[in-house]
């Protein structure tokens, strides 16, 4: 075997002008393909980072009624939905792919928010000891949340770093005091989030789903937002799953477990129920649509891998004709049919070989230069790129079969007699 390698590779570099044409449709054809598989990988992850976020693998789970969110500052406190205060927690991590769970209530838009004659326009959230921890906040300035908050109810509030700059800009806000509701709360520190994320929006579609977190937002501790909003509100809950993957899984199981237990059986026929947001699946039916356009481009690329392949057949069959005395050598001194079959599929595996290795060299290279230049997410594909050199080989093989039994079917006589 190693024989006819080294035979082969003789072969190449006696040729490297006929080699290297040869190979450049196999090096074409690899190359695109590598490229195109970056593209749909980068833009994947690109599509499943914008809508996850920060990687941190927390689905949100709402209160719904029928087919929608239920909006409590603007329909009022649902009859028959109890708060989730009164759950044991512990059963709730006991469910599979569940992390960490939070409870909070929320604001969407944060109404009566005043710092002097400031309003305040971005989210509103009640929290319990949780939520920082399992949303991946830091605390930047200032301090958090202690137990003496949550178990007094004292009226503080943390900023995050968003709602800090818009409405202190440069200075500091601890101790600074804001109204909430006409009620005086004091700011005792800012956060934010631990990871850089920075949603890519490159459409109006886009601007809509991120543009509720550029207000910036302010946290209380749960156990004051009865005094903001005067009475207890049914809570959403923010779950942490083990993984990126279970996070619908988490998310649903979660859902069907406070549906089941705070849900009255009024209340759930007048339409309630918890529900989670199924990010990962929207990601996924989004990674679909543009993969589907993509891979009709791969079976594009394809199409020069079927020309590279003639090529191979074409050489491999003049070269079949050129080493017809050597071919009928070899079998006169004792060659076998097997062993000439061997050496002339060897020829074509090592010829493709190649030009897979040198196809896939420029297909990283390109998919770089691209997403260098056009300013594209591209991601490189260890299977894909293994998949295209195996690939390669067995075009070789393939493409080569018949050129080897040309030369294993010779006669040794007639072929010695040619020149």
Same mark, same amino acid.
């Given at each position: 075997?190693?024989?006819?390698?080294?035979?082969?590779?003789?072969?190449?570099?006696?040729?490297?002008?006929?080699?290297?044409?040869?190979?450049?449709?196999?090096?074409?054809?690899?190359?695109?393909?590598?490229?195109?598989?970056?593209?749909?990988?980068?833009?994947?992850?690109?599509?499943?980072?914008?809508?996850?976020?920060?990687?941190?693998?927390?689905?949100?789970?709402?209160?719904?009624?029928?087919?929608?969110?239920?909006?409590?500052?603007?329909?009022?406190?649902?009859?028959?939905?109890?708060?989730?205060?009164?759950?044991?927690?512990?059963?709730?991590?006991?469910?599979?792919?569940?992390?960490?769970?939070?409870?909070?209530?929320?604001?969407?838009?944060?109404?009566?928010?005043?710092?002097?004659?400031?309003?305040?326009?971005?989210?509103?959230?009640?929290?319990?000891?949780?939520?920082?921890?399992?949303?991946?906040?830091?605390?930047?300035?200032?301090?958090?949340?202690?137990?003496?908050?949550?178990?007094?109810?004292?009226?503080?509030?943390?900023?995050?770093?968003?709602?800090?700059?818009?409405?202190?800009?440069?200075?500091?806000?601890?101790?600074?005091?804001?109204?909430?509701?006409?009620?005086?709360?004091?700011?005792?520190?800012?956060?934010?989030?631990?990871?850089?994320?920075?949603?890519?929006?490159?459409?109006?579609?886009?601007?809509?789903?991120?543009?509720?977190?550029?207000?910036?937002?302010?946290?209380?501790?749960?156990?004051?937002?009865?005094?903001?909003?005067?009475?207890?509100?049914?809570?959403?809950?923010?779950?942490?799953?083990?993984?990126?993957?279970?996070?619908?899984?988490?998310?649903?199981?979660?859902?069907?477990?406070?549906?089941?237990?705070?849900?009255?059986?009024?209340?759930?026929?007048?339409?309630?129920?918890?529900?989670?947001?199924?990010?990962?699946?929207?990601?996924?039916?989004?990674?679909?649509?543009?993969?589907?356009?993509?891979?009709?481009?791969?079976?594009?690329?394809?199409?020069?891998?079927?020309?590279?392949?003639?090529?191979?057949?074409?050489?491999?069959?003049?070269?079949?004709?050129?080493?017809?005395?050597?071919?009928?050598?070899?079998?006169?001194?004792?060659?076998?049919?097997?062993?000439?079959?061997?050496?002339?599929?060897?020829?074509?595996?090592?010829?493709?070989?190649?030009?897979?290795?040198?196809?896939?060299?420029?297909?990283?290279?390109?998919?770089?230069? *691209?997403?260098?230049?056009?300013?594209?997410?591209?991601?490189?594909?260890?299977?894909?790129?293994?998949?295209?050199?195996?690939?390669?080989?067995?075009?070789?093989?393939?493409?080569?079969?018949?050129?080897?039994?040309?030369?294993?079917?010779?006669?040794? *006589?007639?072929?010695?007699?040619?020149?």
């Amino acid at each position: 075997m190693f024989e006819s390698i080294s035979q082969a590779l003789h072969g190449v570099f006696a040729h490297k002008m006929r080699s290297f044409l040869t190979m450049l449709g196999i090096i074409i054809g690899i190359a695109s393909i590598i490229t195109i598989i970056s593209g749909i990988k980068g833009t994947n992850e690109q599509i499943k980072q914008n809508l996850i976020g920060a990687g941190n693998n927390v689905v949100t789970v709402q209160l719904y009624q029928n087919d929608g969110t239920y909006e409590l500052g603007y329909n009022g406190n649902p009859s028959g939905v109890a708060t989730a205060d009164r759950l044991d927690k512990s059963e709730l991590l006991k469910l599979d792919g569940v992390e960490d769970v939070s409870f909070y209530h929320f604001r969407s838009y944060a109404e009566n928010v005043f710092y002097q004659n400031t309003p305040f326009s971005g989210k509103l959230y009640g929290i319990d000891e949780s939520y920082f921890f399992v949303n991946d906040y830091q605390v930047r300035q200032g301090r958090g949340f202690t137990e003496k908050d949550f178990a007094s109810a004292k009226k503080n509030v943390i900023l995050d770093d968003k709602a800090a700059q818009i409405l202190f800009g440069s200075e500091s806000p601890i101790g600074k005091v804001v109204e909430v509701m006409n009620e005086p709360f004091t700011v005792v520190g800012v956060v934010a989030r631990s990871s850089e994320f920075e949603p890519v929006i490159n459409s109006v579609s886009d601007y809509y789903l991120y543009m509720d977190t550029a207000g910036g937002t302010f946290f209380l501790p749960d156990s004051t937002w009865p005094v903001a909003y005067r009475f207890d509100e049914p809570h959403s809950a923010a779950v942490r799953a083990s993984s990126t993957d279970e996070m619908t899984s988490a998310g649903k199981a979660v859902a069907d477990y406070l549906t089941e237990h705070l849900i009255a059986s009024q209340a759930s026929q007048n339409g309630f129920s918890y529900r989670s947001d199924d990010l990962l699946k929207q990601a996924e039916q989004l990674q679909e649509m543009s993969s589907a356009t993509n891979n009709q481009l791969i079976w594009i690329a394809g199409i020069s891998l079927l020309v590279g392949g003639i090529g191979v057949m074409n050489i491999m069959l003049v070269s079949v004709t050129e080493r017809t005395h050597e071919i009928g050598l070899r079998k006169a001194i004792g060659a076998k049919r097997r062993r000439i079959l061997t050496q002339f599929l060897t020829e074509a595996a090592v010829l493709t070989g190649i030009g897979g290795l040198l196809g896939v060299l420029g297909g990283i290279g390109l998919s770089k230069l *691209i997403a260098q230049f056009m300013d594209t997410p591209s991601a490189i594909s260890v299977p894909a790129i293994l998949a295209a050199a195996i690939f390669s080989i067995l075009i070789g093989l393939i493409f080569g079969l018949v050129p080897a039994i040309k030369a294993s079917k010779l006669n040794p *006589i007639e072929a010695l007699r040619r020149e």
